[in-house]
Structure formats: structure tokens, C-alpha cells
């Protein structure tokens, strides 16, 4: 039996227009670049440009780190027998992330190993890069380079850009500089960014690495159902179709993908995509599909045109659907156990679900340990719902 609310499809249809630009949407070949000439111009006129000038002109300003050019790293090639690894300043070594290195090696993506050198004690300290030295060593002992002889393994030149000091402290800073303190964070955009392109527009006919694959197959379903991935900062990141979180997509598989994107065009095509839409409702599919329903058949559809139903025409939206959780789950464990308690991940669903059986829903498969929880101590989280919409069940 269908739920007491009925689902009144959008009148308006959402045109190219209004969806986020693609910046995967890329051919073969199309590679935007700027030369280095016209960003370092570009900056010549920004206001960060007159903050530098600014603040070099405050008499408060002061950096007693060495400052010339001079002073900059120098390149070298140092042998596997001199570099030893500044533990101190370290993270511990993982010989399981040694052995992915090896395997997976390929000798264009190795980077350049940091080294302080100490002119009192005469000795190589690895600041960073240590796991990729270890590589270097092992792959070498094991004779996978076919151009060095394992015997001289030990004596293998490795790239290294060399500080010469003698403050040891200076060993941490630069540690913490080169992860992280230095450099702006990656967002999950910009990891799936190379997986998608590596894929569309530099391999476009070949075979790639399995996670270009699957992003690349995942990104083309995306699109087919006009949902366009985009980075936490863009500014269409709250137009129709949008989907910020990202990182989620490396958590469903290509299935889970489809049947998201599938929702999302049927019932939401106005909206951005909301987290809620993505691992909670998969998780609600799976434990269906587990149950024994057939995702293709007409009662599940109607199973989730009923539920979509009740998210929009009850609530508003999937982001209200957790909003209104987060803020009844706490009223609803003080009446049952005394204190309050912040909502756990399945409520939202269970809340949800009850939502749906209150509103006359009975499919089969509608999974009944999610129905019937957070219901103890004669309270159950349906009844710190709102009044009003409670009255309209």
C-alpha cells in the first residue's frame, strides 16, 4: 500500500544552464596552462601583492630566517650509504607503505628526497622522503632496476635537494613544512579531479590504472543523470545538480553511484546533491536488496517515491530530514534513559521509516530493525517530532 502523501513532480525542467560548469568535462589534448611569467604579472596588481609591501614596511615585522638566494636547497645526488633517517623528526616507518612503493613503482614519480646536512657531525639527515629512499634501497637489492648492478646497491645515487645547517631544530620545521605547513590541504575534488582526466583526456583509448577506471565510470553516470562534481569553494557549488562531497563517491561502487544519481534526476533535479542522499540511502538499499527485494521492481519504486515523498513534502529536503534528527534523537534518549545523547548515523533512516509506516507504508523489505528502533522506555523517537507534524500522520 502507498503512503497517505502523494509525490507532485517538478513542473519546471532544469536546463544546461543552470547546472555547475564541468571542469571534467574535457577532450584530448585540452590542457589549460598559464605560464609562470603571467601568474607572477597577475600578482604584481593583487591586494595580497600590497599586504606583502605592507607588511614589509611595519617596523613589527621580522623573519630572522636566512634569506638569500644562496641560502635555498642545493641539488645533488647522494648515495643510499650516506642518508640516515632524523627519527626524531619523522613519522615511524611502515614497511607495509614500503612495500605498496615497490610494487607500484613507476620511476617518473619518485620525488626528490629531503636532506639536511649537518657540517659539524658531517652527516645526511632525511627530512622527508624517507619510505622512498627505503624503495630506492629495495628495489635496487632485488635487481628491479635493470640499469644498476645489486651488488652496488648501497652506492645508488639518489636526487636530493640538501639544506646545510646545523640547527637540528630546523629539521622539524622542515618536516612539518613540506606535510602540510607549507602547502595548501588537497580537498577530495582534487583527488578525483586526476582519476577522472587521467582517464578522459590523456588515456581516453587505452586501458589505465583501476581507480581511473572507476572514477572515470563513475563520473560518466554522474553526468548522464546532469549531476556535475564540484570543488567545497566553487561558486556553483549550491546550483542544481552540484556535488560537493566528493569524497563520498570513493566509498560507493559504481552501482550505488548509478542508483544515487538515478534518485537524485527522478526526485531532487533542482537541488544540489545532499550527503544524505549518498551512503544513508545506499545503506537503506543494501540492507533491502539483503533482505530479498529486486531493486527493478515496481514496489520497490514505489518504495522510494514514497520515502522521497515524505522528505520533501513533510520536511522539505534531505538536509532538513538531519537537521530535524539531530534535533529530536536528543529529546527522545533524555525521555528514554535520562540524558541526552547526540543522533547516531542510522537515525536520520529510522526516523524516516517510521515516518513511512505511520504514513500506511508496507513494503516487505522495508527493513523492520531500523522501524522498530530507538523505541524504548514507552518513548520513541517519532514522538518528539514537532506537533504539527506529527498531527500529519
Known sequence: MAVKFKWVANTTKITKKQLPVNELDRKPGDITARSAVDMANDFTVSPEMEQIKSALADKSYSNSAPQDFSDTPTLMKLKIRLLISALEFQRPIEFTHVKKIVLEWDSRRPATINVVYNPDTKQHYITDGQHTVLAYAIRAYLGLFKDVDPADWLDLEINCQVVVTNDMAFCSEHFQGINGGDKLPLTPFDYWKPKVLGKRQHSPNKQTKDTYEIAFAKQLILEKYKIIPVHQDSPDRFKPGALVHVHNLEKMSVEDVAFMAKNHNTYWSQEPVDPSEMLPLQELRNRCVKAGAETDSKEFKEFMQDLNTI???????????????????????????????????????????????????????????????????????????????????
Do not use: C
Not at 535520562?338 to 522495508?366: H, I, N, V
Open 311 to 393: 522528505i520533501k513534502h513533510v520536511l522539505g529536503g534531505f538536509a532538513e530530514l538531519k537537521h530535524k534528527t539531530q534535533e529530536v534523537y536528543p529529546k527522545y534518549h533524555l525521555a528514554a534513559f535520562g540524558e541526552t545523547k547526540t543522533a547516531p548515523k542510522d537515525a536520520s533512516l529510522s526516523l524516516l521509516l517510521k515516518m513511512y509506516k505511520k504514513a500506511g507504508g508496507t513494503y516487505r523489505y522495508a527493513p523492520s530493525i531500523l522501524i522498530n528502533k530507538y523505541s524504548e522506555n514507552n518513548t520513541d523517537l517519532f514522538d518528539h517530532l514537532d506537533p504539527a507534524i506529527r498531527k500529519m500522520f
